[in-house]
């Protein structure tokens, strides 16, 4: 069992920036993926980006150029930094974490499907 607990969410200007985090803990294997997706109001999940073990990051086509995933491992610890946020990113944003995490962010396994835990989110609000 893998527990993931983020932070950082708020309400930001359009334009702006937010930082979130995800501290992560438990059983966490070697070959776990780990990053984002998120949820909007009557909209479906969308994974938004990924960070494999060895550090390679995949971006979906709406966050890409603007979001960045990092992690520091010696804090156990994901970071999502977006930036040129619009109203379009207004979401609650999860943290994930699982072997086929990576394959859910490019498409080729559903979140339904996936074996990915995930937290209890962390809301961002963009206004125009």
């Known amino acids: 069992q893998v527990q993931l607990v983020e932070s950082g969410g708020g309400s930001v200007e359009a334009g702006g920036s937010l930082t979130l985090s995800c501290v992560v803990s438990g059983d966490i294997s070697i070959g776990y993926c780990m990053g984002w997706f998120r949820q909007a109001p009557g909209k479906e999940r969308e994974g938004i980006g990924s960070i494999e073990p060895a550090g390679s990051t995949t971006y979906g086509d709406s966050v890409k150029g603007r979001f960045t995933i990092s992690q520091d491992n010696a804090k156990s610890t994901v970071y999502l930094q977006m930036n040129s946020l619009t109203p379009e990113d207004t979401a609650m944003y999860y943290c994930?974490?699982?072997?086929?995490?990576?394959?859910?962010?490019?498409?080729?396994?559903?979140?339904?499907?996936?074996?990915?835990?995930w937290g209890q989110g962390t809301q961002v609000t963009v206004s125009s």
């Open positions: 994930a974490a699982g072997t086929d995490f990576c394959a859910v962010v490019a498409g080729r396994v559903s979140l339904r499907e996936s074996e990915s835990d």
